[in-house]
């Protein structure tokens, strides 16, 4: 672990957990605080160690076979962010993130998977889903069936985390969280909001500037009739270089955004820059004396969290996980965008990894990433 530093930590109820689920699902930075009783509670409802079951892409239980006593060397996690689903409907992974932390806990880089990244979804014997070719984000939806028009985001996870392993060659992850993004709304709410910079204009494409949803053009009165099925009024988020305190709905809805309007180009590499960003402010925000000290406000970050987030960390616990990574700098977590190139066969689109995106995957596996980028700058996102 980390050497503790010399600055002055909050009292004591406010360093057990502002949220470790806030961590993981926010890119697993955090500091641990609040009292036994709240952590109990909170570990109950976000834990769900099934998750990292079968995620050694060797095929292989990812749990020991005995209880490892320490959270050690490089750790690799998986972040997946999905919308609101019941278990008759198959979810989909519309955020997939990986946090890389070093060795030395001294920073974390986060990574996106492109959700259009055409790839080898691999043969799942729990779904009796064969091999096939496909976007990333469908190994989620693959993976969950369960048979007789039921679905379970568990498993789904699984042939999910299978299918980023083979991409990247990580063999396996160390903690992995799912958040439903509905229940984060929630999040940001006990927070009051959260400041972040607006580094390009952005129109919404879902939502009016009162935040109701935009009207449906005639004859798109369901999302697969058209691309763009929304007319009318539009939120309209004002590039600044200084940050913007932004509502819940407005954070939401901001991240979301992957289509430019006239004189606005903007892609899926946009949003994702945006949500690393989100990621980053939000922990910032959790971790600010405005929620630790404020027990009340505390209370309602962690019984939110509660709501929106499936935790798994192995053999260890979510304070254990909290205490490990409790001296990472948020300031010091280094976003990077993955070289990727659209494709356009046969009437399909979607994107492919460039081949120098291999070099920067085997930094990941040997635990070198601050050299890489030392070397490759051009893998850093722009942006604050």
């Known amino acids: 672990m980390v050497a503790e530093t010399g600055k002055r930590r909050p009292p004591l109820w406010a360093r057990l957990c502002v949220a470790f689920g806030v961590v993981l699902l926010l890119a697993g930075i955090g500091t641990v605080v609040a009292g036994r009783a709240l952590v109990g509670r909170y ?50 992974a519309d955020s997939i993130i990986v946090a890389h932390i070093p060795r030395d806990r001294h920073s974390a880089y986060l990574f996106s998977m492109p959700r259009d990244l055409r790839v080898e979804i691999p043969a799942f014997d729990k779904s009796k889903t064969g091999e096939q ?59 009051g909001g959260v400041e972040m910079v607006i580094d390009m204009d952005v129109k919404s494409e879902h939502l009016k500037p009162d935040g109701s949803p935009r009207d449906r053009k005639p004859g798109c009165q369901t999302h697969h009739n058209c691309s763009r099925p929304y007319t009318g009024p539009q939120r309209f988020y004002q590039k600044s270089d200084k940050p913007v305190q932004l509502k819940a709905w407005e954070a939401l809805d901001y991240v979301r955004q992957r289509y430019g309007n006239a004189g606005t180009a903007m892609d899926d590499y946009d949003r994702q820059r945006h949500q690393q960003q989100f990621i980053k402010a939000m922990a910032k925000q959790a971790m600010s004396r405005d929620v630790v000290t404020n027990p009340a406000k505390l209370l309602d970050v962690m ?61 990941v596996r ?19």
């Open 303 to 363: 019984e939110a969290a509660g709501d929106s987030l499936t935790f798994s960390g192995g053999d260890h616990s979510i304070v254990e996980w909290a205490l490990e990574l409790k001296s990472l700098n948020v300031d010091d977590m280094v976003t990077v965008k993955l070289p990727a190139e659209g494709i356009n066969s046969g009437g399909y689109q979607g994107e492919r990894l460039l081949p120098e995106a291999a070099g920067f995957f085997q930094a």
């Open 133 to 191: 070719t496909d976007k990333i984000n469908a190994a989620m939806s693959l993976g969950s069936r369960l048979g007789g028009n039921r679905y379970s985001v568990p498993q789904g996870f699984q042939l999910l985390a299978k299918t980023v392993g083979n991409v990247t060659g990580i063999k396996k992850f160390d903690a992995a969280a799912i958040v439903n993004f509905g229940g984060f709304k929630k999040i940001v709410e006990a927070m």
């Open 43 to 92: 570990t109950d409802a976000v834990t769900d160690n099934t998750l990292l079951e079968d995620i050694d892409v060797n095929g292989n239980a990812a749990v020991a076979a005995e209880p490892d006593p320490d959270i050690d060397g490089p750790l690799n996690l998986l972040l997946v962010g999905i919308d609101p689903r019941d278990n008759q409907t198959a979810p989909l």
């Open 366 to 384: 040997e635990d070198r990433l601050r050299s890489f980028l030392l070397d490759h700058p051009e893998f850093i996102s722009k942006g604050k």
